[in-house]
């Protein structure tokens, strides 16, 4: 059964486990999701949960939106994301979603917002090696030829070649990771291994879509 949890990234730290190594940790504080939308393959053709976390002002709510909420007749919140489901959900709109839904061991999938680094070069951006420094050259940070020389009117620069652009900002899924601790009293998270966007950024924490392979696939055998 697919599920999934929306979060709010804390910050790293580290935690020892029972064999008393140490284990480098993201803490998540996922307060109470609330359900604000049940979707059904009858209504509207697939199957899925929309959840909200965070407080936000009336005020601060667009009427499209306040209206979404007062038909759901449920407060506003901050933030929305929708988790697709294999089946009808048993939860209903008004529901809410706590963090012992995870257990300890368990591997999710955690998506979030990257950091953005504004403008970069393609050395920053995409690993470049730079050019010569000695004197006289003129190509020391420049990405290169952009592609093949046509004869007539110029060529092109394809779709897709890795050029200068603004980097960072962008929708980033890290999968196959293990949760290392929960804990249920002050609704945290603690998910092994760094985890993408900044500190407070909202994040959405769901149980693996890839498990990782086993043992003997990865051995060949």
């Known amino acids: 059964m697919a599920k999934g949890l929306l979060g709010k990234k804390i910050g790293m730290t580290q935690i020892f486990a029972s064999d008393g190594k140490v284990v480098p940790v993201t803490v998540v504080e996922a307060s109470p ?9 009858e209504s509207d053709g697939y199957n899925a949960l929309q959840i909200g976390m965070g407080v936000v002002k009336d005020k601060k709510v667009s009427k499209p939106q306040k209206g979404h909420f007062d038909k759901a007749n449920v407060k506003p919140v901050k933030f929305l994301r929708e988790l697709r489901l294999a089946s009808a959900p048993e939860q209903k709109v008004g529901d809410t979603l706590t963090v012992d839904i995870f257990a300890e061991g368990e591997i999710v999938d955690v998506i979030g917002t990257s950091k953005g680094k504004g403008f970069a070069g393609t050395i920053k951006r995409h690993n470049f090696s730079r050019g010569p420094m000695k004197h006289g050259s ?11 020389r046509i004869s007539g009117g110029g060529g092109k620069v394809f779709k897709g070649k890795k050029l200068p652009g603004r980097m960072g900002g962008e929708r980033v899924t890290v999968q196959c990771l293990t ?5 249920v009293e002050r609704n945290l998270i603690l998910i092994k291994g760094a985890i993408p966007g900044p500190k407070n950024g909202a994040v959405l924490i769901r149980n693996t879509v890839k498990p990782p392979k086993t ?6 055998k």
């Open 179 to 183: 949760v290392a601790r929960v804990d």
């Open 138 to 148: 003129k190509s020391h940070r420049e990405p290169g030829s952009m592609g093949p």
């Open 215 to 220: 043992a003997a696939v990865k051995s060949g």
């Open 33 to 41: 999701n609330l359900i604000t939308q049940v979707k059904s393959l």
